[in-house]
């Protein structure tokens, strides 16, 4: 039987373009031998499957990308969208692979926001169950337009890094992805938590930084990052990825206390 509940399917065109360009850039997709990848929990809409594929496609033009869903009404209403290199099929937190299969990545974006948090952890160790040895699975989530997002990556022993990704253009504070934190960290945004002390960093040194904002809030935002670094948090990656608006940090820096 299908493990989960179901969503409340809400999706849209263009809505996970910041994880899925996240995941095109993994080294996981671009070093597998059997480039699989799951879209758990798409909705009522099948468009963020189709593109996730369309976008690891310029990537690895051998992936294959599986859209699961735990109600059979949206899985019959996505078959006729499957094409070569993409197919739907009725599941859940299993991930029906057969037995001879594992994910490249498994992508599960505002899915578990429904759950409670002491449920997280099982369902993290059952997603990464089904992963290959060098495979990944995402946790997060966005807003409804894509702008704001948020995510854990976690691998087969478990979760490895947190991500912010935000749209730079017109952003009034980075802080504002408190809203769209992963089910395992929305609740622990208080003082006494680390992932609080992130945010309140990232807002104050946004601010601090606001006479960049006559060179464009990419510059602005490369000099929070910076900062941050200088802070003493271990901000991962380069200004390459940096400029995209994300920040990642291992999970350790943000794990709850308890």
Not at 127 to 144: F, H, K, W, Y
Request: hydrophobic letters at 40%; zero cysteines; glycine letters at 8%.
């Amino acid at each position: 039987m299908p493990e989960g509940r179901i969503t409340r399917g809400t999706t849209g065109t263009n809505r996970l373009r910041r994880v899925d360009r996240w995941i095109a850039a993994s080294d996981a997709l671009r070093r597998s031998v059997d480039p699989l990848v799951v879209d758990l929990g798409y909705g009522a809409a099948p468009w963020t499957t189709l593109e996730l594929a369309d976008r690891l496609a310029k990537v690895r033009d051998d992936v294959e990308v599986i859209g699961i869903e735990i109600d059979p009404d949206r899985v019959a209403a996505a078959l006729p969208y499957r094409r070569p290199g993409v197919e739907f099929r009725i599941g859940g937190f299993e991930v029906p692979l057969g037995a001879e299969r594992e994910a490249t990545v498994i992508r599960a974006m505002n899915v578990l926001r429904q759950y409670r948090e002491d449920e997280v952890g099982a369902i993290w160790s059952r997603l990464t169950a089904r992963l290959q040895p060098d495979g990944i699975a995402v946790d997060g989530t966005s807003n409804e337009v894509g702008r704001i997002s948020s995510w854990v990556t976690l691998g087969p022993d478990g979760p490895k890094t947190f991500t912010i990704s935000l749209r730079l253009k017109d952003l009034e504070r980075p802080g504002i992805v408190e809203e769209r934190l992963p089910k395992a960290l929305i609740h622990r945004n208080v003082p006494g938590e680390r992932i609080y002390d992130l945010l309140v960093d990232v807002d104050r040194l946004w601010a601090h930084a606001a006479g960049y904002s006559d060179f464009g809030n990419v510059q602005r935002w490369l000099n929070t990052v910076e900062r941050l670094t200088e802070a003493g948090w271990p901000v991962l990656h380069d200004r390459r990825r940096w400029r995209l608006g994300e920040l990642s940090v291992p999970w350790a820096a943000v794990a709850p206390s308890s």
